[in-house]
């Protein structure tokens, strides 16, 4: 089955600095990765995705990119803001089913 | 506005009790997903269900039984709680999207097994 790694577990950042937080995925059939933001006392909320027929996708100071050959995908958010502070958690999902594989989680604070 | 939501917040059960965990998404959704969130752990699948009466085998189903006898309605049981089932469980719709689809997560219910 698949499995997605995610690093780091923990990211602090200063406010108004990038954060960038990184997965890796086994299954070579997943296509689709969907990035998702967990606020304190939530449940996850999708932010924004990616399909594997786009290397890159930006949605205002979030993007995601993805390297189909090497099987990883990254978050990428552009002058941090308190409010940005969550858990991320990556995923991915392929055509055969609709099950995602989700990674362990990122606990980015921005330190005002 | 999309909602999926969750019979409880909290719960605090017993060792052997019989915990019935609900869900209810209102916007028609073939799939629906129950999951166990545990720190460094992420989101780790039970059972997840594509229609009525249909149920799959997450990764971690061991203990845990469903039930989808409505659309919109996916129930987990653990048929005899126990303490290390002390977790947050989280309930997921999708549409059933051949190329994946977004997953509208509840607000989860932390539970707590003594």
């Known amino acids: 089955g698949e499995n997605v790694e995610q690093h780091p577990s923990t990211l602090s950042v200063q406010e108004g600095d990038s954060a960038v937080i990184k997965c890796t995925y086994s299954?070579?059939?997943?296509?689709?990765f969907p990035w998702y933001k967990q606020e304190l006392g939530k449940g996850p909320q999708l932010i924004i995705d990616?399909?594997?027929?786009?290397g890159e996708k930006k949605d205002q100071r979030i993007a995601v990119t993805l390297n189909k050959t090497a099987k990883h995908f990254s978050l990428h958010i552009t002058e941090t803001q308190p409010e940005d502070s969550a858990v991320y958690f990556c995923?991915?999902?392929?055509?055969?089913?609709?099950?995602?594989?989700f990674g362990t989680g990122t606990s980015l604070t921005v330190i005002p | 506005d999309v909602k999926v939501t969750q019979s409880s917040r909290y719960l605090v059960k017993r060792t052997g009790e019989k915990v019935f965990l609900e869900c209810v998404q209102d916007?028609?959704?073939?799939?629906m997903f129950w999951y166990r969130q545990d720190p460094g752990l992420g989101l780790r699948l039970i059972y997840f269900?594509?229609?009525?009466?249909?149920?799959e085998k997450g990764d971690i189903p061991e203990g845990y039984s469903v039930s989808r006898e409505k659309k919109e309605r996916f129930s987990l049981i653990l048929e005899s709680a126990s303490t290390n089932q002390t977790s947050m469980y989280l309930c997921?719709?999708?549409?059933?999207?051949?190329?994946?689809?977004?997953?509208?997560f509840g607000p989860g219910t932390r539970l707590t097994v003594t």
């Open positions: 299954d070579s059939a997943s296509n689709y």
């Open positions: 997921a719709s999708s549409y059933y999207g051949g190329q994946g689809s977004e997953q509208y």
């Open positions: 995923a991915a999902s392929s055509n055969t089913g609709n099950q995602f594989y």
């Open positions: 916007m028609d959704h073939e799939n």
């Open positions: 990616i399909r594997s027929n786009v």
């Open positions: 269900s594509y229609d009525v009466k249909m149920k």
